[in-house]
């Protein structure tokens, strides 16, 4: 009895414990706990390599490869952008960034790189010339997968400082073997980067790489010789468009007097013209009558003036009068 009694006691002690709420709690939230855990490990696994999510930013385009190598080309490669779900364990989603890329290549280790990236390149006559160049690309989005396809590169800055840069290395070089030292460093500077750039955008073409700006940062060095020439050469087309400019001032000088002097000529002329025709006209008009009413009027005149006195001295009629005395 006793031993029943104690297994009885001990018994209704086990279960008014398990019957406590504080450990009932603790044993359900443990079970959850454990569930969760579980569910979160499950999830990770399912995510990480049966289902997986990305997202696509702007100014990104993605491409999904498969990594079974099925995609036997760049239009067999789907574009993806936003919100993107695949399965690692068959395919990869690598993302392309499709804004302006901009790349200086320069010894000046503020613009640039540090080491020294200055291009070289040969002109007509094989001088090597050094220069500082800057570039802009933009990858074409519809055509990322062309440019995957090409170069299999999802890095743009092991592109660009590449296979770009020996394009442009290359591209410099084919132009420049066409141009005199003196016509990359003069007047056919412009033209001769034009065609540099026409000549890259042909060769990125194919892969969707457009290129927005080319040329040169700065002045490139110029050689003392060549600076020389230049200088000699510009000196001499100043010398010769000066003189053009005095030897047309001169002419149009002498054209002013010329055209000064005919037009002096011609008024001349015109004023004796016009005399003659007015003494004619004066001639023509002048009878008798004429003159006879002119004679009247004038002395009509000398009496309307007269004021009476008689003069001193009085000629007319071939005598003479002169005035006498009075007689007081």
Do not use: C
């Amino acid at each position: 009895m006793t031993m029943f009694g104690n297994l009885l006691q001990t018994t209704g002690r086990s279960n008014s414990s398990d019957d406590d709420p504080g450990k009932r709690m603790l044993r359900f939230a443990m079970k959850w706990g454990v569930v969760i855990v579980i569910a979160i490990i499950v999830l990770n696994l399912f995510f990480s390599y049966i289902v997986s999510v990305t997202r696509i930013g702007a100014g990104y385009e993605g491409v999904e490869i498969s990594l079974s190598g099925s995609q036997r080309g760049a239009q067999e490669i789907p574009i993806r952008t936003g919100w993107v779900f695949y399965s690692p364990l068959k395919s990869q989603i690598v993302e392309f960034p499709t804004f302006v890329q901009t790349v200086k290549w320069t010894q000046d280790a503020h613009e640039g790189s540090a080491t020294n990236e200055q291009m070289s390149f040969n002109s007509k006559e094989g001088m090597e010339i050094y220069a500082d160049v800057s570039l802009s690309y933009a990858i074409d989005p519809p055509r990322v997968p062309d440019f995957y396809v090409k170069y299999r590169v999802n890095d743009l800055t092991r592109f660009t400082h590449g296979i770009l840069r020996d394009v442009v290395r290359n591209s410099l070089n084919e132009v420049a073997s066409t141009y005199t030292v003196e016509e990359i460093y003069g007047e056919r500077k412009a033209e001769f980067l034009h065609k540099v750039q026409e000549l890259i955008q042909q060769k990125m073409d194919p892969v969707g790489v457009g290129i927005q700006q080319f040329g040169f940062i700065g002045a490139p060095p110029v050689p003392s010789v060549i600076a020389s020439a230049i200088t000699a050469k510009a000196q001499a087309i100043q010398s010769a468009e000066r003189a053009r400019n005095e030897l047309a001032e001169t002419q149009a000088e002498a054209a002013k007097q010329i055209a000064a002097a005919e037009g002096e000529a011609k008024s001349s002329v015109t004023r004796a013209q016009g005399e003659a025709e007015a003494n004619r006209i004066r001639q023509t008009s002048i009878t008798p009558q004429l003159l006879e009413l002119r004679k009247l009027e004038n002395q009509r005149a000398l009496i309307e003036r007269w004021n009476g006195q008689l003069p001193s001295v009085q000629t007319g009629n071939g005598q003479m009068l002169m005035e006498l005395p009075w007689a007081r």
